[in-house]
């Protein structure tokens, strides 16, 4: 029975140091809702004041206009959003759980829509994630059982995190003719104790029990572990290391790290003491080298295309070798011109990290430190940046991500701290991640920029009414059930069709252009809204109630007026509304170049009809709307008509101006 000490917790420990809370907290997602909620909030800020002084200076009833301007206040705002930003995230989930994923955190199909980076570590990813131990070779390259026996001693007694390469070295020992050999070898070298491996020594050190002899014995990283030797051994013989020891080493090694194999170095000496320190890696005698294999997925390539047609780049961040890293990566077809190593990091001064990093597109020779710092300077120079990783290493880039993704493979850690999880390690189904996400924000989008475009006209127009009419253009609760009604409307949108050309590049999730579009979209509906304002104060409602509304002489006359004109309105900003959404909702020619999918074409025609129709019913009278003359209908067509042309050749001019619409 053994009695465990707990040294550290949270954010003390090697792995919780990297990333907070408030991190999390503030990620793209809610950085993207702020800023449009902010948007929103200047409108109201400027609108809310002056409708409440407009009507009630020209009303003279101040608790009337205090009501009425909070009444526009939430019509300004899109009360669905947070219900539709669900059903297009939740929608976009399912989806991709039928493609072998699984996502843990809902916004993080968001990130996925985003996403214009994606970080990848080499081994499982781009690779088979098979490692094979093809050479075990004394220095001159020659195969050396000795070399074996002490990688395998070392591989079996080390108890740091379990990697592909320890497997790859333990497998020999299930090879025909070779269990009884191990068992001895086991048997004749008891262990002592032992050095884990870590990040910045880059080798593990076991001390065992051979005879009346103790053996120290490190397989690591080779530069590491060649700068701690002192000798060299051949065929038994020591020989002191010479000043061409290090071109002897790559004279060696350097044809196999370029053909992609990952190159180990094996090193031991006797020592007298029972119990190792980080003193005792030093004056070691190189044995031998160890080179792995692990080719190349065939599906990588390709999934490489379509991540680049889908406008995400790919960066390689491993602590492979070098040469390892660019071998595989090249023949992936990704361009390894500009590498970078840990070493060569870390002499970049403050200046020149942000430019190196923006430019490289393979890091190898990395600590997970380094790891975490690249990912975070990505995102500070304005990335949106997703990480994907299977080992404890990768754990700290992971959390510190815009999307972590990690594999059902993976350490259960990783796993509890990646937002997605694949249950499929293969690069082709993040694509189909990139996609969902993509149409989940682009239906998210449309939404928002059409829905508080809408709004905008329809206050702006309020505003405009206020001051000149002797009544409200529309009551508090037929402002607010108006709103209702089409916001109810939207909530189809997440099953809508998306075009293939919105989703092929990253969507910026902001409210940076949603005033612009406000701006533009919103008083071209304003002038149609006064439009229809002239022809029901002076031409429709005169003629149905025999006379101007300053004329009328009875109360319940004037009363019929305003009925007559605030259903009018009523319908025209719901037609308009339901019909513009059709419109903006693709940069194409609506239902001849992109069709709406069958639920939403459904939902707002079937929508039109009923909201039209209750006009006509007691429950319409109940919230002060009546029935209109025929006569209003042709003029609503009429003037429905003449909107959707005038918006089409306003959106040409905006996509030209613009290069963009949602």
């Not at 669900?86 to 699984?102: D, R, W, Y």
């Not at 050396?144 to 497998?171: E, M, R």
Request: hydrophobic share 45%.
């Amino acid at each position: 029975m053994g009695e465990g000490i707990v040294l550290a917790v949270g954010k003390d420990t090697v792995y919780g140091g990297f990333s907070t809370a408030e991190s999390h907290l503030k990620n793209g997602f809610d950085q993207g809702a702020n800023s449009i909620a902010w948007v929103l909030i200047r409108f109201m800020t400027v609108l809310i004041p002056v409708v409440f002084i407009a009507c009630g200076l020209t009303k003279g009833d101040w608790v009337s206009a205090f009501l009425f301007a909070l009444s526009v206040a939430v019509g300004l705002t899109p009360e669905m959003l947070p219900m539709v930003i669900n059903a297009c995230l939740a929608k976009g989930s399912a989806a991709m759980g039928t493609k072998q994923t699984v996502v843990k955190n809902i916004n993080a199909m968001q990130g996925f829509g985003s996403m214009d980076i994606l970080c990848v570590d080499k081994t499982g990813t781009l690779t088979g994630d098979r490692i094979s131990l093809e050479y075990y070779m004394d220095i001159l390259g020659n195969e050396s059982q000795q070399v074996l026996d002490f990688a395998y001693l070392n591989s079996l007694y080390h108890t740091g995190v379990q990697n592909h390469l320890d497997d790859a070295i333990l497998k020999y020992r299930e090879m025909p003719g070779y269990s009884i050999h191990y068992q001895e070898l086991e048997g004749q070298h008891p262990k002592l104790d032992e050095l884990p491996f870590d990040h910045e020594r880059r080798f593990a050190s076991v001390l065992v029990r051979h005879k009346e002899e103790n053996f120290l014995i490190i397989k690591g990283s080779i530069d590491e572990v060649y700068h701690r030797c002192s000798d060299i051994e051949y065929k038994g013989e020591r020989r002191s290391m010479d000043a061409n020891g290090e071109a002897s080493i790559h004279a060696i090694v350097d044809e196999m790290l370029e053909d992609g194999m990952k190159v180990l170095a094996v090193a031991y000496k006797p020592m007298e003491k029972a119990r190792l320190s980080r003193e005792d890696e030093k004056d070691l005698i190189l044995l031998g080298y160890l080179a792995f294999f692990d080719a190349p997925k065939r599906s990588a390539a390709a999934a490489m295309d379509k991540l680049q047609k889908l406008n995400v780049d790919v960066r390689v961040l491993t602590g492979a070798h070098r040469d390892v890293a660019a071998s595989i990566c090249r023949r992936l077809g990704i361009d390894t011109a500009h590498t970078l190593t840990g070493g060569e990091l870390e002499q970049l001064t403050d200046n020149e990290i942000p430019i190196q990093i923006e430019r490289t597109t393979v890091f190898a020779e990395l600590s997970p430190k380094q790891k975490v710092e690249i990912v975070q300077m990505l995102r500070t120079n304005g990335h949106t940046v997703g990480f994907l990783g299977d080992g404890m290493n990768d754990l700290p880039a992971i959390v510190e991500s815009d999307v972590g993704i990690s594999v059902d493979t993976a350490a259960e850690a990783v796993k509890e701290g990646a937002d997605v999880v694949l249950l499929e390690k293969d690069l082709n189904v993040l694509e189909e991640g990139i996609k969902e996400g993509r149409k989940a924000f682009a239906n998210v989008s449309k939404y928002i920029k059409i829905t508080a475009s809408s709004n905008f006209g329809n206050i702006f127009s309020i505003v405009i009414a206020s001051v000149f009419l002797p009544f409200f253009p529309m009551t508090a609760l037929q402002l607010l059930l108006l709103n209702l009604l089409y916001d109810i409307l939207c909530l189809v949108l997440p099953w809508d069709q998306v075009d293939a050309d919105l989703y092929s590049k990253p969507l910026e999730w902001s409210g940076r252009t949603l005033g612009r579009f406000m701006r533009f979209f919103g008083p071209i509906s304003s002038c149609f809204d006064i439009l229809t304002f002239a022809y029901l104060f002076f031409v429709l409602c005169p003629s149905v109630c025999g006379g101007a509304f300053s004329a009328l002489a009875g109360s319940a006359e004037q009363a019929r007026f305003i009925a007559l004109f605030q259903t009018g309105w009523f319908l025209e900003s719901m037609w308009t509304q339901v019909l513009i959404l059709h419109l903006l909702r693709t940069q194409k020619v609506p239902l001849l170049q992109s069709r709406p999918s069958r639920p939403v074409m459904l939902v707002t025609l079937l929508g039109t009809a009923l909201f039209t129709l209750l006009t006509f019913t007691p429950i319409g009278e109940l919230i002060g709307l009546t029935a209109l003359p025929p006569v209003y209908f042709v003029f609503l067509a009429l003037t429905v008509l003449l909107y959707l042309l005038w918006v089409t050749l306003a959106k040409r001019w905006y996509l030209w101006r613009h290069h963009e619409l949602l």
